[in-house]
C-alpha cells in the first residue's frame, strides 16, 4: 500500500464547476500538507500549504486537512481552462522529506 | 529569476549508454533532490543532497549516481542507461534550515523537467 493515495483522473468538469480533488494517507506522523500544480511539460509549482488540521484559504481555493480520518481535500471553486493541469498532493513529518501523491489530471472544458 | 534550470530538456539514448543531467539554482537553497516522473507513480525521489558535500539515496537510487558540485549545482548521471529509466526527470531545490532534516516543511521549487527516452 502507497502511504499517500490519490485518484489519477482524469476528472473533466464545466467552466465555472466546483471541483474536489483528494488524498489519503496511512502516516499519522504527517503534519505538514501541500498542494502542487503542474501545468503539461512544465515543473510542479507549490499551489498551497497548511500545517495539521483545518481550512486554509486562497482565492479560489481552499485546502482542508481532516487528521482523524487521514484525508486531505483540494476546492476550487469558480473553476477555470487555465487551472487545467495535473495536481499532486504532497505531505511531511516535521523537516523531513516530502511523499507525493500520484497526481490527479483536471480538465476545465470552457 | 531564473529559480531552477535543468539541461537537456530532452534527449534521446540507446541502451547502455551514458549522460549526465545538470541542475543549477539561484536562490541560495541549502538542499537539492533528483526525481523521476512516472505515469501513474508520481514523483519518485532518486537522490538528495542535504546541504553541500553531501548526497544520499532516495526511494529509487539504483543506476543512478549524483555530483553536488557545489552550492548551486546537483548533477544526475546514468552510467549505463535502460530502458526502464525512460522518465521525465526534475530537479528541485528548497531552503529547508538544516537541510532535509531541518525545521518545517520541507517546499520544493522545480525545475521544468528533462524528458530522457532510452531506446
Known amino acids: 500500500q502507497k502511504e499517500v493515495e490519490q485518484d489519477p483522473g482524469p476528472l473533466s468538469v464545466p467552466e465555472g464547476a466546483i471541483v474536489s480533488l483528494n488524498c489519503t494517507y496511512s502516516n499519522s506522523a504527517f503534519q505538514y500538507f501541500m498542494w502542487y500544480r503542474q501545468y503539461s511539460r512544465k515543473g510542479p509549482e507549490l499551489l498551497m500549504y497548511t500545517y495539521s488540521s483545518g481550512n486554509k484559504e486562497d482565492g479560489r481555493f481552499t485546502a482542508q486537512v481532516d487528521k482523524s480520518s487521514k484525508y486531505i481535500s483540494l476546492f476550487i471553486r469558480d473553476s477555470q481552462p487555465s487551472d487545467s493541469a495535473t495536481y499532486l498532493c504532497?505531505?511531511?513529518?516535521?523537516?523531513?522529506?516530502?511523499?507525493f501523491g500520484a497526481g490527479t489530471i483536471l480538465r476545465v472544458k470552457s | 529569476n531564473a529559480g531552477v534550470t535543468q539541461t537537456p530538456k530532452f534527449q534521446v539514448l540507446k541502451t547502455g549508454q551514458s549522460m549526465t543531467l545538470q541542475c543549477a539554482q539561484d536562490?541560495?537553497?541549502?538542499?537539492m533532490y533528483w526525481y523521476r516522473q512516472d505515469p501513474g507513480m508520481g514523483l519518485r525521489l532518486i537522490y538528495y543532497s542535504a546541504s553541500e558535500g553531501t548526497t544520499d539515496k532516495g526511494e529509487v537510487p539504483n543506476g543512478y549516481n549524483v555530483s553536488r558540485l557545489n552550492k548551486r549545482e546537483f548533477s544526475l548521471r546514468l552510467e549505463s542507461a535502460a530502458p526502464s529509466q525512460t522518465s521525465v526527470y526534475f530537479c528541485?531545490?528548497?531552503?529547508?534550515?538544516?537541510?532535509?532534516?531541518?525545521?518545517?516543511?520541507?517546499?520544493?521549487?522545480f525545475g521544468a523537467g528533462s524528458r530522457l527516452t532510452v531506446l
Open positions: 528541485a531545490s528548497s531552503s529547508s534550515s538544516g537541510g532535509v532534516l531541518g525545521s518545517g516543511a520541507n517546499v520544493l521549487t
Open positions: 504532497a505531505m511531511c513529518r516535521y523537516g523531513n522529506k516530502l511523499v
Open positions: 536562490m541560495n537553497h541549502n538542499s
